[in-house]
């Protein structure tokens, strides 16, 4: 039992990702989250109002499993097997935290000031955290899928738009790291 309350190396969880997306190619099926957001919408009938909910969701019902098993896993695993003796943090990466305003993680996996539950009595962290929602989710329509779709599923189908929204998460991540963050915080 060690072994699964471990952290395990990048190329051993790395190889099972590799692993599911060749099952997932060899039955033609694509991964992705965020189309399960569609999903959810057709499933309430607002196909009949808004044409691009109108499908065959239920074609897509093994990726609601999917994010059903991400809850329950995460759930799993937070509660149940996590070890945070063993989360290493950069000094520097804390260092730049603390410039913010915050705090270091002190043996939880993430900061109090970003997702601990006083967030929600701040209008302006409450605030951040909907036109964050917002951007993430137009974004992603935008994109065409979200990071996990394209990096992982798209990537290894070899399509360049997936490749180039990668490319633009990438920058759009280093953009909000280095000048927007620092302005919000």
């Known amino acids: 039992m060690d072994i699964i309350f471990q952290t395990w190396s990048w190329y051993v969880s790395g190889f099972m990702i590799g692993m599911v997306m060749l099952c997932?190619?060899?039955?033609?099926?694509?991964?992705?989250?965020?189309?399960?957001?569609?999903?959810?919408?057709?499933?309430?009938?607002?196909?009949?109002?808004?044409?691009?909910?109108?499908?065959?969701?239920?074609?897509?019902?093994?990726?609601?499993?999917?994010?059903?098993?991400?809850?329950?896993?995460?759930?799993?695993?937070?509660?149940?097997?996590?070890?945070?003796?063993?989360?290493?943090?950069?000094?520097?990466?804390?260092e730049q935290l603390a410039q913010l305003g915050i705090d270091a993680p002190n043996g939880k996996l993430l900061p109090d000031a970003l997702f601990g539950n006083d967030i929600f009595q701040s209008p302006k962290r409450i605030l951040i955290l909907i036109i964050g929602g917002v951007l993430i989710g137009l974004g992603t329509r935008y994109a065409g899928g979200c990071t996990s779709g394209h990096a992982i599923s798209g990537l290894s189908n070899f399509?360049?738009?997936?490749?180039?929204?990668?490319?633009?998460?990438?920058?759009?991540?280093?953009?909000?790291?280095?000048?927007?963050?620092?302005?919000?915080?």
């Open 159 to 185: 399509q360049i738009k997936s490749l180039k929204a990668v490319i633009g998460f990438f920058i759009g991540g280093l953009i909000m790291t280095h000048f927007i963050l620092p302005l919000i915080f």
């Open 24 to 94: 997932l190619i060899y039955f033609g099926k694509g991964f992705g989250m965020s189309s399960n957001l569609r999903s959810l919408c057709a499933m309430t009938g607002l196909g009949k109002k808004v044409g691009f909910f109108d499908f065959d969701w239920k074609a897509q019902r093994w990726n609601l499993m999917v994010v059903l098993g991400a809850i329950f896993g995460g759930f799993v695993a937070a509660n149940f097997m996590s070890d945070t003796s063993n989360v290493s943090i950069n000094p520097k990466a804390i």
